[in-house]
T-cell receptor
Framework: NAGVTQTPKFRVLKTGQSMTLLCAQDMNHEYMYWYRQDPGMGLRLIHY???????AKGEVPDGYNVSRLKKQNFLLGLESAAPSQTSVYFC??????????FGPGTRLTVT | AQRVTQPEKLLSVFKGAPVELKCNYS??????LFWYVQYSRQRLQLLLR??SRESIKGFTADLNKGETSFHLKKPFAQEEDSAMYYC?????????????FGTGTRLKVLA
């Protein structure tokens, strides 16, 4: 099992550009999450999903959109990137919303 | 409101010294608490959960409901324990679970 994978690993965007981060899990988990990790701020939840076709806002959803068309995939979109979105993005999945299994992270820089 | 507080951003100890990483939470119900660890440039992974009552890599954590704390302890620190540690709280909410992470404590074990 690959567990939770994230694509891409690194990306540099210019302000105003758009991109999609892909998270995939092969553990048949119902719950999936997107977090951003910033120095001194810990992990902050952006959006999450409790099943295929569902999404919900987390703590810092502004500037991001998500989709969960297939159970195994959770996409995070940035429509118009801003320097404040420079961060490390982690995806996680969970079978029952308790123990979370994390991906390796995507390091995004917006210039 | 539910909250997880990790008061120390950085904790430096010498190899062989005892370690205590503090975690306090606010929640009026029965909490489920976790410690996650992130080694340098790696993904977060579960270290401990309070209901397991086990010792992992020499670490233990006891839930103290009176003091609303879940401190992580190890009697003798090793250099390989150097990492970022996050405390997390999971609470039931409308059939799902809400997950909150603390801001993390960086542990540096000095030779």
């Amino acid at each position: 099992n690959a567990g939770v994978t994230q694509t891409p690993k690194f990306r540099v965007l210019k302000t105003g550009q758009s991109m999609t981060l892909l998270c995939a899990q092969d553990m048949n988990h119902e719950y999936m999450y997107w977090y951003r990790q910033d120095p001194g701020m810990g992990l902050r939840l952006i959006h999450y999903s409790v099943g295929e076709g569902t999404t919900a806002k987390g703590e810092v959803p502004d500037g991001y959109n998500v989709s969960r068309l297939k159970k195994q995939n959770f996409l995070l979109g940035l429509e118009s990137a801003a320097p404040s979105q420079t961060s490390v993005y982690f995806c996680a999945s969970s079978p029952l919303g308790r123990i979370q299994y994390f991906g390796p992270g995507t390091r995004l820089t917006v210039t | 409101a539910q909250r997880v507080t990790q008061p120390e951003k950085l904790l430096s100890v010498f190899k062989g010294a005892p370690v205590e990483l503090k975690c306090n939470y606010s929640y009026s119900g029965s909490p489920e608490l976790f410690w996650y660890v992130q080694y340098s440039r790696q993904r977060l992974q579960l270290l401990l959960r309070h209901i397991s009552r086990e010792s992992i890599k020499g670490f233990t954590a006891d839930l103290n409901k009176g003091e609303t704390s879940f401190h992580l302890k190890k009697p003798f620190a090793q250099e390989e324990d150097s990492a970022m540690y996050y405390c997390a709280l999971s609470t039931p909410r409308g059939g799902t679970y809400k997950y909150i992470f603390g801001t993390g404590t960086r542990l540096k074990v000095l030779a």
